[in-house]
């Protein structure tokens, strides 16, 4: 274990580093300012709101039949008469098995959506709304600059399903008469489902030959945040990601494009909630945005857009998942077995490994479905995490005790090595023949000594998916009032606004240095004889465990705990090879003069 070893270790902390880099940049977001340009045309609520102003949205492509391009038409003032008594503000609670929703007739909007953490007793608000009005699921007359604040009715259908109505006057009738419609938003929860439909109604009956606003005839809105409250979005405690499913393929999406290529849905992810928009319209197109939001940190929409049409009444509908990020919970709309019937959607895609890590999905599903069956016996995520690692460490000893039997051959042909390294000096190439046929001689692998710890490295790879973005690791605690949650990093201390410099750490954590001891204790006790004078060992026992410290500073505390119940049980394994390889080279009688010589004679 010397040269190769070092080298191998090198390589792994090189791919570790790599990969980390990787992780950090993966979920990019760009943030960019919506910018908007006012055009005439114009829509007043008749009841009792003002004209709402005006907007522009450059003009969505779609067949002829379905298209209106309306000029700019005058401001339509309400006459006097037609101002209505005030629609009283209201909140309707729609509580599910599953989660609460709260809903505003203030533009029918949904103002809350709070999921039951049974496992907690306790909620999380998927919806995240700042300081400001802003809601989820609002709707703009043509782009999404200037959203419907109005007070609509209210007409409950029944305890899951709820409808909101409202009459509006346009200057865009018939024959250059004022014309008028009515927008309908109905919601339909089922108890059970995540899943909930939005159904969409503009109706200008007789007095509207088209409804076309700046192009569109509507902007439906999500946002301005996906929940639960976050502090950053870091990779590590939270991110967003913006993807479509586009011809059976899921691919990222970029902030501020916009998609008109029909996809068959929209998400926006966070590390265990995701948001997913079906639209189940012939013609529509989609916008992500992260224009800023008055009290939140970072905001993440998603704008459908729905092409102006040259009939005077039209009736969408949507589908809306909001809920957990789980491969369980989204595969059942690939089987039909939903209340809704929903048949290969694919929505479990959006739960699926990103990037190249993908490739690791098959062991971070069998990793998972381990971790799961220690936690049905123990209760405890802390627990299982511990016998998931010793059961690794069982599996990996055969090779374990072979690449310490391996090092210590190598130290055996120490000597040699270096009598041909030293012979062969100035001619590299004859040095790499003479190696190989030395090698050969000898029956030797130069790799067989790193083999186990390059094996090992895709199993921490895939550990770190696994508790990095496993749902049900989310708030699932080991120690209580330390590693209350193995999803993140613990602490000791939290730093309210200090920041260590250049590495930006916000809290004292134990684990680290805990970890650093492990590591230390493991590399002092498995030494073997000859090894404490030599550099490359020196800088393995002492330079590496640094480095790794800051490497993994910031991880989630179960991959830290996985990392130190490793060593320790290394460390135990090691003791236990290094005393049979010291008993078995004592047993054995040394070779017979005979032997050597006819070595001598084959040299």
């Not at 005058?74 to 037609?82: G, I, R």
């Not at 609670?93 to 505003?104: F, W």
């Not at 959203?147 to 109505?165: K, T």
């Not at 998931?388 to 210590?408: D, N, R, V, W």
Request: charged residues 15%; aromatic residues 12%.
């Amino acid at each position: 274990m010397e040269k190769n070893t070092v080298l191998a270790v090198v390589l792994s902390t090189v791919v570790l580093i790599v990969f980390f880099f990787i992780q950090s940049f993966t979920i990019s977001r760009q943030q960019a300012a919506h910018v908007v340009q006012q055009q005439e045309s114009h829509v007043t609520a008749i009841d009792t709101e003002p004209v709402i102003p005006s907007v522009t949205t450059p003009v969505v492509q779609a067949p002829e039949e379905s298209i209106v391009v309306s000029e700019p038409q005058p401001v339509v003032q309400q006459p006097a008469a037609e101002q209505q008594a005030i629609i009283p503000t209201e909140y309707i609670t729609i509580d599910t098995e599953l989660y609460t929703a709260v809903l505003s007739n203030a533009g029918g909007d949904m103002v809350s959506f709070r999921w039951k953490d049974a496992r907690n007793d306790s909620q999380v608000d998927l919806i995240l709304s700042g300081s400001s009005e802003a809601r989820a699921f609002s709707i703009a007359f043509g782009d999404a600059s200037t959203p419907v604040v109005s007070n609509f009715h209210i007409n409950r259908i029944s305890e899951y399903s709820i409808e909101f109505y409202r009459d509006f006057s346009a200057a865009s009738g018939i024959y250059g008469v004022d014309g008028s419609f009515r927008l309908t938003k109905r919601y339909d929860f089922i108890p059970g489902e995540y899943l909930f439909r939005l159904t969409v109604t503009m109706d200008g009956g007789f007095s509207l030959s088209s409804l076309n606003f700046g192009g569109n005839a509507y902007t439906l809105s999500f946002g301005p945040q996906i929940g639960p409250v976050f502090e950053k979005l870091d990779n590590f405690y939270d991110y967003r990601q913006y993807s479509t499913f586009t011809n059976g393929k899921r691919k990222n999406a970029k902030v501020n494009d916009n998609i008109d290529n029909r996809s068959a849905w929209a998400a926006i992810s966070g590390k265990y909630f995701v948001f997913i928009a079906r639209p189940l319209l012939a013609q529509y197109s989609l916008a992500f945005s992260e224009s800023p939001e008055p009290g939140l940190v970072s905001a993440s929409r998603l704008n459908i857009i729905r092409p102006a049409a040259n009939v005077s009444k039209i009736e969408d509908i949507y589908q809306f998942y909001l809920g957990p990020k789980t491969q369980e919970t989204l595969a059942i709309y690939n089987t039909g077995r939903n209340e809704f019937g929903i048949k290969d959607a694919n929505l479990d895609e959006a739960a699926s490994s990103r990037g190249f890590w993908s490739v690791l999905a098959p062991l971070e599903k069998l990793l998972k479905w381990l971790l799961l069956a220690f936690y049905s016996v123990v209760h405890n995520y802390g627990i299982a995490i511990i016998l998931l690692t010793l059961l690794i460490k069982a599996l990996f000893f055969p090779l374990t005790k072979k690449g310490s039997e391996a090092t210590i051959r190598m130290q055996a042909l120490g000597p040699k090595i270096k009598e041909l390294q030293e012979k062969y000096k100035n001619n590299p190439q004859k040095l790499q023949a003479e190696m190989g046929n030395f090698y050969r001689q000898e029956g030797y692998n130069p790799l067989s000594g790193c083999l186990p710890m390059l094996l090992q490295l895709p199993i921490f790879i895939a550990m770190y998916q696994l508790f990095n973005n496993h749902f049900d690791l989310r708030g699932a605690g080991f120690i209580p009032g330390w590693i209350p949650d193995l999803s993140v990093p613990e602490y000791i201390v939290q730093f309210n606004t200090f920041r260590v410099p250049i590495f930006g750490w916000t809290a004292l954590r134990a684990l680290p240095f805990i970890y650093v001891g492990s590591q230390l204790l493991y590399g002092k006790f498995t030494q073997m004889p000859g090894q404490q004078s030599n550099a490359q060992m020196k800088m393995m026992l002492y330079v590496m465990p640094i480095v790794f410290f800051f490497i993994l500073y910031d991880v989630p505390s179960g991959l830290l705990i996985y990392w130190i119940f490793s060593n320790v049980l290394t460390l135990v394994q090691q003791i236990i090879i290094n005393k049979y390889i010291v008993k078995k080279k004592q047993s054995q009688p040394p070779p017979a003069p005979e032997v050597v010589q006819k070595k001598k004679r084959k040299k």
